[in-house]
């Protein structure tokens, strides 16, 4: 009897993915909880496991977009799993394959290149999505195992190393590894997350009136209480004081003082939102994921840099779950880390407002009528004008200003 393997729901919102690799091939013997493909969504990437086994029989490509409940592959419950090879068989199998060379004679690449060989599922989609040969990658993990350094390092090698094209697709070149190449540029498919990134991108922009206002914060007294605090805070909670965790506090402060700030728009009512779970954009190799920090207004400062931590971590193994993603109010944005000194973030919807880090900068500035040099930052609040105006906007980013300029005006429990 065939039973058909449908995308499942993933997570609210979600309506569509891309099959991005399919980790078992037509013919192949699966067994229950096997990982069958990889969906992408706009938001995560999540493996399909077999919830039955028998032989597979798959139905889309890779690379095609499906809806939720599609129909993708079938697989066939009466048939059984090939017989397993003796112990004897497996036993000189795998003596040949340790003595198949001398250690002197092996080069870097077939150290690296045996069959048997695993791959994690962060370098599995690397491996897939820029179409790599793992045999001919060397490994450097314990072992000769791949890391996601190495698919990423060969990745970049390859661009680097292959020719370009300057004619048109329909009569260029032969295709190397997805790209057609043989002249002066490179024209190969964006991932399926960079995609759906961008089609959320623009999204915003169609979907909401988004206007951005700007200020400015001392970070004088912030860097002298963390400066302070560090080795303590260190010691007792097992992670560091950031300053993300300052500006979640800031930005819960302000929320509460101007409300609206915390809600969105859907359909032709607004919704106020009266809870607080503060998206944390994390820049990753493959795009920006925004995790939410449920509930920061109960956290500690300590608990809010384990979840950021904790996140990061997640964000760049490629381990985040759709409900890590989803459900927050308002979100935070630090473009800071990479050397930005002003910029426009764009909203994330459904939410109403997203708040922009930037760049530490000594700026001379005027304090009690003497120009002083001070660690300055830029802030900027991107907001929904439908449903919040300017005085609101303004007063919220002066509320975060303050809080900063001032940390005694935080909840402060270290």
Known sequence: ??????????GESITSGIVSVWHKKSGDFVNAGDALFTLETDKVSTEIAAEISGLLDTIVPEGQEVKIGEVVATIDDSKKAPAAKPAEEKAAAKSETKTAAPPKEKSADAKTASP???????????????????????GTGPGGRLTKADALTAAQNRGASEKKIDIEPATAGPSVGGQL???????????????????????????????TTFNECDMSAVQELRAKSQEAFTKKH?????????????????????????????DEDFIQNNFYDIGVAVGTERGLVVPIVRDADKKSFADLERDIANYATKAREGKLKIEDLTGGTFTISNGGVYGSLLSTPILNPPQSGILGMHKIMPRPTAVDGKVEVRPMMYLALSYDHRAIDGKEAVSFLIKVKECIEDPKKLPLDF
């Open 116 to 138: 048997a060989r695993t791959l994690s599922p962060a370098v599995r989609r690397i491996v897939d999505e820029e179409h790599l040969n793992p045999e001919k990658i060397s």
């Open 238 to 266: 097992g992670v560091k004081l950031g300053f993300m965790s300052f500006f979640i506090k800031a930005s819960v402060e302000a929320l509460k003082a101007v409300p609206v700030v915390n809600g969105r728009i859907e």
């Open 1 to 10: 009897m065939s039973v058909e393997v449908k995308i499942p729901a993933v």
């Open 181 to 211: 190449a043989d002249g002066r540029f490179v024209r190969k498919k964006m991932s399926p997350l960079r995609r759906k990134i961008a089609a959320q991108l623009v999204m915003a922009q169609h979907t909401a009136a988004i206007l």
